[in-house]
């Protein structure tokens, strides 16, 4: 068991999310950074869908109360057990009483904590995740608070926290993004294949579109980030759209011509027309993204995102045969 | 009180909405778009009808078991398929969809009847006196065509157990906002384009809320069912072909 000793608000648990009942209008929500959580399992040898802690608000602190191990990816956060320092995407041996703190991040802005097979909550309708709209999933069916209390599975004999720990490179540093003229130091180049409306968009607002910065607003959360651009984006005509289902990263333009990324916990259904998708592949560089970032996009075809979908799951793989290595070596 | 703003087209600009008719007859031909690399979008065409809908609910059955497909979202007139992108192509499943959706007939659906009372107009239906305006009708009236028909849930809505609604009549097809508002969320009847909508009740004891829309919100159901419940079997009120008809309690000036 683990206890939540410091937290806020829209701390909660996630898994990679629920999928199969889309047609009851309930969307997959899960992890926002999916390859940050699938990544602290991987370091942990756990499946890549084991539940973890999504941290957003810091600083986060919790007491293991049984011996086990953990690994905290994502947003680089100032993480120290019991004072002593982690470096980011790390894993190491934790006994029971000591403390894991969650500083305020440097970098990014979700961290994830993982620990070895999972924080053990009952699935719910096929996943772990939170899912707030509902009140299923995670633990109660809430964000994290004060005094709670996961259950996770003790590691008998695991090794004492005197014991090494060992670490990943952040997939930052191996997955490199394609170039855009404008971009300036900062800003975050994302990959987006234009959607069926594509079309329907005015030849300007389709060049601002791919020329401009548009920037992170404030109202940017699990749901979706709003973007706000210098020009908004117009179509030829403003017809009005059915109801159909969207996916996490889809570019939606309500009227006003500032562009809503639709992401975890977003509206699983909506009207608006899509200008484009942002690649599956990229959502993770998003979810780290600050309020006040400016976000660039370049085209990107099918092909180009399968290729990056790959990477990702290759860079998974060296990291799980990295770690597993490591597991078997300090368990002989 | 501050003025609201009407609705902001006229009743004769409004030709993207006035061409969804309720004909059964038309299967138009369908389109498919990729959804970046792990969906793709089925878009039936032509009006909203109920053999086209089966038509989809039938597709979204038999897909929804293939290799590499990790959940089926039936929209209006429109499926989308979410796919596990490094398992299969998106471009090639797209082109097995549209083969699929030709040989995919209609799958008779008929769901449980569930009767509900409806309360029109009032603080919770505060969109009733523009909208009613609007179409050059009383609040009475309105209420009246609204209750009429039987609908047939054919969508999800953005929470479970609610959904979209087919059945409205096509004089009360109303253009959504080009502004969202902010409204008060739970059991909501509201209308948007051509769309007919029941929005999720407010669960037992969570504070009530406002969420922004473009749909115009003329009255709420005071006392619906719970629309999920893990206690109960099936768990979600309301299934996909399942028929809807609006009594009303009251209407509210």
């Known amino acids: 068991m683990i206890e939540i000793v410091q937290t806020a608000a829209l701390n909660s648990v996630q898994d990679l999310g629920r999928f199969g009942y889309r047609r009851y209008g309930i969307n997959a929500s899960g992890a926002m950074d999916a390859l940050a959580l699938a990544a602290g399992n991987a370091l942990l040898g756990n499946e890549p869908g084991a539940a973890g802690i999504e941290v957003q608000l810091f600083p986060f602190v919790v007491r293991f109360h049984v011996p086990t191990r953990l690994a905290v990816t994502g947003a680089a956060c100032d993480a120290t057990l019991d004072g002593r320092r982690l470096p980011p995407w790390w894993s190491v041996p934790v006994n029971a009483g000591q403390t894991l703190t969650l500083g305020f991040p440097r970098l990014g802005v979700r961290s994830y904590v993982a620990v070895t097979g999972g924080i053990d909550v009952p699935e719910v309708l096929g996943s772990r995740s939170t899912y707030g709209r509902l009140a299923i999933g995670g633990h109660e069916g809430r964000n994290l608070a004060l005094g709670d209390r996961l259950p996770i599975r003790s590691c008998e004999g695991a090794p004492q926290s005197s014991a090494a720990g060992f670490g990943a490179f952040p997939p930052a540093a191996f997955m490199k993004l394609p170039p855009h003229t404008a971009a300036r130091p900062g800003d975050l180049v994302l990959r987006v294949i234009p959607a069926a409306e594509y079309e329907q968009f005015t030849e300007e607002s389709l060049r601002e579109f791919w020329s401009a910065a548009w920037s992170v607003t404030p109202q940017s959360n699990r749901m979706g980030y709003r973007l706000s651009g210098t020009n908004p984006l117009m179509r030829l005509e403003a017809t009005e759209m059915r109801s159909h289902g969207l996916v996490p990263g889809v570019i939606q333009v309500p009227p006003s011509g500032q562009p809503i990324i639709q992401l975890a916990d977003g509206n699983s259904s909506g009207g608006y027309p899509k200008l484009g998708y942002v690649i599956a592949a990229d959502l993770w560089r998003l979810a780290q993204a600050r309020p006040g970032t400016a976000l660039r996009f370049v085209r990107c075809d099918v092909a180009a995102a399968r290729e990056a979908d790959r990477l990702a799951a290759f860079y998974l793989g060296q990291l799980r045969a990295m770690a597993e290595a490591q597991l078997r070596a300090m368990a002989s | ?253």
Not at chain 2, 59 to 68: A, Y
Not at chain 2, 99 to 116: C, L, S
């Open chain 2, 1 to 253: 009180m501050t003025p609201r703003p009407a609705c902001r087209s006229k009743p004769d600009d409004r030709p993207s909405i006035t061409r969804m008719s309720t004909s059964l007859m038309n299967l138009a031909a369908p389109r498919v778009s990729l959804c970046g690399a792990s969906a793709v979008l089925l878009d039936a065409e032509g009006p909203l009808s109920l053999p086209t809908q089966e038509r989809i609910w039938s597709l979204s059955e038999r897909v929804r078991d293939l290799s590499g497909v990790l959940d089926t979202h039936p929209g209006m007139n429109s499926l989308l398929v979410l796919l596990d992108p490094l398992a299969v192509d998106a471009d090639a499943f797209a082109a097995e969809l549209l083969k699929r959706w030709a040989d995919t007939r209609p799958g008779r659906v008929r769901g449980r009847t569930i009767e509900m009372g409806v309360v029109y107009g009032g603080e919770r239906g505060i969109d009733m006196p523009d909208f009613a305006a609007f179409h050059g009708l009383s609040p009475k009236e309105v209420a009246e065509l609204h209750a009429a028909p039987e609908y047939v849930v054919f969508a999800p809505g953005t929470g479970p157990g609610f959904g979209f609604l087919f059945g409205l009549d096509p004089r009360l097809f109303t253009p959504r906002r080009q502004v969202p508002v902010m409204r008060p969320v739970g059991s909501n009847i509201s209308i948007g384009g051509g769309q007919a909508g029941l929005g999720t009740p407010q669960r037992p004891g969570v504070p009530a809320a406002t969420a922004p829309t473009g749909w115009h919100v003329i009255g709420h159901v005071p006392d619906a069912p719970v629309p999920f419940d893990l206690n109960r079997e099936p768990p979600f009120l309301l299934a996909l072909g399942d028929r809807i008809r609006f009594r009303i309690e009251s209407v509210v000036a």
